[in-house]
């Protein structure tokens, strides 16, 4: 220090504002942190119930899938079956 320049210290009440300016926007991230995690929540219960959703869907298409190749068969066996029978005789 020269010419009798005192060192500048912060106020209590400098450092009080600052401390209260810091809380608060921590505060502020905090609520928007925990805003965007319950939209992320929401978010993922939405796409769990879509996806179970999916699932069964699914799971019914391979049913009748099943369903219409057995089908299938017993109709081609059934053409075979009229196609190998003689003619009938008039």
Wanted: glycine share 2%; charged share 25%; aromatic share 4%.
């Amino acid at each position: 220090m020269c010419c009798g320049q005192h060192p500048s210290f912060p106020s209590s009440t400098t450092v009080t504002d600052n401390s209260s300016s810091v809380l608060e926007n921590l505060r502020l991230r905090l609520a928007d942190t925990e805003a965007r995690l319950a939209q992320a929540r929401a978010r993922e219960a939405l796409l769990a119930r879509q996806l179970l959703e999916m699932k069964r869907f699914l799971s019914v298409m391979e049913i009748l899938e099943g369903y219409l190749k057995r089908r299938y068969r017993l109709q081609q066996q059934r053409v075979a079956r009229l196609l190998s029978l003689p003619p009938p005789s008039l």
